[in-house]
């Protein structure tokens, strides 16, 4: 149980296009998610807090309007990057969670995105 | 603010050899404690967690104890395997809950036969 999926695993795009990557909770609900920015050979940078129904709360100096976070449902958050640059291209990792039971945050495997 | 110090890796090992990665932390109030290992080509992974001052965490043969007096939160194993090589995490949620980890910068542990 508490599995998190991401998609897709890996993208590459172009200069100037958005990319969108889900986040799921395949087993439980997940109040909040929690989006990840990881630089090689760095920690995880934690970039957003996702509620569900509500407004993301972003960290200092991470731009919401670059990285746009929509938590429709109680198993799903997405993250778009939009008009995506080539230092946007980083490991992007999700987190869940777990509304009730064990109070724990459960890891995606993350997203490798490239921008070319 | 809150902040995580560890120490820096690569960490290399013989197997069966003992394992300590250093962690401090700085926090106001009362944080949680995380360790967490994240494998090749795979998600962060809870490890073990301590909530209060002198808590011991421990897992699959890691141990970890919540030092107040000395702000750390060290992982140490006995006896390491090759199936343990891994990046180990050391994190801190503040106010005891779950909530807004903050990581540090990770240990990246190779063990050899």
């Known amino acids: 149980g508490a599995v998190v999926s991401q998609h897709p695993s890996r993208v590459i795009c172009k200069s100037g296009t958005s990319v969108k990557i889900e986040c799921r909770s395949l087993?439980?609900?997940?109040?909040?998610m929690f989006w990840y920015r990881q630089f090689p050979k760095k920690s995880l940078m934690l970039m957003a807090t996702s509620n569900e129904g509500s407004k993301a709360t972003y960290e200092q100096g991470v731009e919401k309007d670059k990285f746009l976070i929509n938590h429709a449902s109680l198993t799903l958050s997405t993250l778009t990057v939009t008009s995506a640059h080539p230092e946007d291209s980083s490991f992007y990792i999700c987190?869940?969670?777990?509304?009730?039971?064990?109070?724990?945050?459960?890891f995606g495997p993350g997203t490798r995105l490239t921008v070319l | 603010g809150n902040s995580v110090t560890q120490m820096e890796g690569p960490v290399t090992l013989s197997e069966e050899a003992f394992l300590t990665i250093n962690c401090t932390y700085t926090a106001t109030g009362y944080p949680s404690l995380f360790w967490y290992v994240q494998y090749p080509g795979e998600g962060l992974q809870l490890l073990l967690k301590?909530?209060?001052?002198?808590d011991k965490g421990s897992n699959k043969g890691f141990e970890a104890t919540y030092r107040k007096e000395t702000t750390s939160f060290h992982l140490e194993k006995g006896s390491v395997q090759v199936s343990d090589s891994a990046v180990y995490f050391c994190a801190l949620s503040g106010g005891g809950g779950y909530n807004k980890l903050i990581f540090g910068a990770g240990t990246r542990l190779a063990v050899h036969p």
């Open positions: 301590a909530t209060k001052a002198d």
């Open positions: 987190s869940a969670h777990q509304r009730e039971g064990y109070n724990e945050q459960f």
């Open positions: 087993d439980f609900q997940a109040t909040t």
